[in-house]
């Protein structure tokens, strides 16, 4: 069975809002590493909206965006050419390498673990927490930007009861960022 492994930044007063981490090319990456050890990407709508604007390149040039640090287009294209499986009630159609999820939620993500591979990473907020809610996640990461944002979404709020967890690795950047892998204690 494939691991469901869930990777998010966040700040160290609890902000998930991609806007207020820190962007530097040690973090892209490493966001870039987790992906090439997945068979494929889940994400929820709004998530996979997000990184599609920003990360699929354009269809009539295949030219990067002018805010694009030549150092973001390794983690660009290795975006680019992963399988994503979108989670949606309310999307018709999906393309870039997508693949629509419908029906029951954990019938349908117990099916794509039920396949043979390295494994399914998860990014978003809403998504993970549904996910979280029916024990399917088999890994956290928390990359936590020492930064405070005061404000935005915050992870897990409203998580109906407590999940414990093992620290199982850690790995500090040069920015003062630090990935925690965790594993749920069973």
Same mark, same amino acid.
């Given at each position: 069975?494939?691991?469901?492994?869930?990777?998010?930044?966040?700040?160290?007063?609890?902000?998930?809002?991609?806007?207020?981490? !820190?962007?530097?090319?040690?973090?892209?990456?490493?966001?870039?590493?987790?992906?090439?050890?997945?068979?494929?990407?889940?994400?929820?709508?709004?998530?996979?909206?997000?990184?599609?604007?920003?990360?699929?390149?354009?269809?009539?040039? /295949?030219?990067?965006?002018?805010? @694009?640090?030549?150092? @973001?287009?390794?983690?660009?294209?290795? !975006? %680019?050419?992963?399988?994503?499986?979108?989670?949606?009630?309310?999307?018709?159609?999906?393309?870039?390498?997508?693949?629509?999820?419908?029906?029951?939620?954990?019938?349908?993500?117990?099916?794509?673990?039920?396949?043979?591979?390295?494994?399914?990473?998860?990014?978003?907020?809403?998504?993970?927490?549904?996910?979280?809610?029916?024990?399917? !996640?088999?890994?956290?990461?928390?990359?936590?930007?020492?930064?405070?944002? /005061?404000?935005?979404?915050?992870?897990?709020? /409203?998580?109906?009861?407590? !999940? %414990?967890?093992?620290?199982?690795?850690?790995?500090?950047?040069?920015? /003062?960022?630090?990935?925690?892998?965790?594993?749920?204690?069973?």
């Amino acid at each position: 069975m494939r691991p469901i492994r869930y990777s998010i930044n966040v700040t160290l007063d609890g902000c998930c809002d991609h806007r207020v981490g !820190i962007v530097d090319e040690d973090l892209h990456r490493h966001a870039a590493e987790n992906i090439a050890q997945a068979d494929a990407l889940l994400f929820g709508r709004v998530t996979y909206e997000m990184m599609e604007a920003a990360w699929r390149p354009p269809a009539r040039t /295949g030219v990067m965006p002018d805010w @694009m640090e030549p150092w @973001m287009e390794p983690f660009a294209r290795t !975006i %680019d050419a992963a399988k994503k499986y979108v989670v949606s009630s309310t999307l018709d159609r999906v393309d870039w390498n997508a693949e629509l999820v419908r029906g029951d939620l954990g019938k349908a993500v117990q099916q794509l673990k039920q396949e043979p591979g390295k494994g399914l990473l998860v990014g978003g907020v809403k998504l993970p927490q549904a996910l979280a809610e029916l024990g399917l !996640i088999d890994e956290y990461e928390l990359v936590v930007h020492p930064r405070l944002a /005061g404000h935005g979404p915050t992870l897990f709020a /409203g998580l109906s009861k407590p !999940i %414990d967890l093992k620290l199982v690795s850690r790995l500090e950047f040069g920015s /003062g960022a630090v990935a925690m892998r965790y594993e749920p204690r069973r």
